[in-house]
């Protein structure tokens, strides 16, 4: 079946520095891809998405590219804040229209 | 403002209780999702429904059990069956099954005392 597989955390950055988190999928058909952020205590929040290949979702300074040669939606951020320090979650839509997730990488952004 | 509500933020149950999760949403959306989270995994999903008296099984719905009399309201019952229930409850919403966007509530979190 479908499944998403991301880096294992935690990340430990320092404030301004840059940011990638590693996600690659395993899917049948052209999925649309998706990164959520949960912050401390909260549900889920959209972050971005990307509904066919080569297309680009951006939001808050955060970046994904679909590529679907390498099957990889990689998030990236060129200079990272405390505020940014949460669990970040890639998922995709199989054909069924169910969000398969990732396990989600925990960032820690140090001062 | 329009969301998502789940209460209690925290809940305690002893063994061979059954407790009821509520989710309340005024964003006019027809579909609505239970899912679980475990520390250091995915999202799970327990059960969704496409539209008002209708629901279907998710990955994970043995010793759960849903209702959806209305439209906005998506309570998740967890049963005594569900051998492992400690966990952070969370729910969704979407405008339908096949949107794109899902919107979460804040969760709840169940422990089994």
């Known amino acids: 079946g479908d499944s998403v597989t991301q880096m294992e955390g935690p990340v430990t950055l320092s404030e301004e520095a840059f940011l990638t988190i590693n996600c690659t999928y395993t899917a049948t058909g052209y999925p649309s891809l998706f990164w959520y952020v949960q912050y401390p205590g909260e549900g889920l929040q959209l972050l971005l998405k990307a509904t066919k290949a080569d297309d680009k979702g951006s939001n808050k300074g955060f970046e994904a590219t679909y590529r679907k040669e390498t099957t990889s939606f990689h998030l990236e951020k060129g200079s990272v804040q405390v505020s940014d320090s949460a669990v970040y979650f890639c998922?995709?839509?199989?054909?069924?229209?169910?969000?398969?997730w990732g396990a989600g990488t925990k960032l820690i952004i140090k001062p | 403002d329009g969301g998502i509500t789940q209460s209690p933020k925290y809940l305690f149950r002893k063994e061979g209780q059954n407790v009821t999760l509520s989710c309340e949403q005024n964003?006019?959306?027809?579909?609505m999702y239970w899912y679980r989270q475990d520390p250091g995994q995915g999202l799970r999903l327990i059960y969704y429904?496409?539209?008002?008296?209708?629901?279907q099984k998710g990955d994970i719905a043995e010793g759960y059990s849903v209702s959806r009399e209305k439209k906005e309201s998506f309570p998740l019952t967890v049963t005594s069956a569900q051998k492992n229930p400690t966990a952070f409850y969370l729910c969704a919403s979407s405008i339908s099954r096949g949107s794109n966007e899902q919107f979460f509530g804040p969760g709840t979190r169940l422990t089994v005392l």
């Open positions: 998922a995709l839509t199989d054909s069924n229209y169910q969000l398969i």
């Open positions: 964003l006019n959306h027809d579909a």
């Open positions: 429904s496409q539209i008002v008296n209708d629901f």
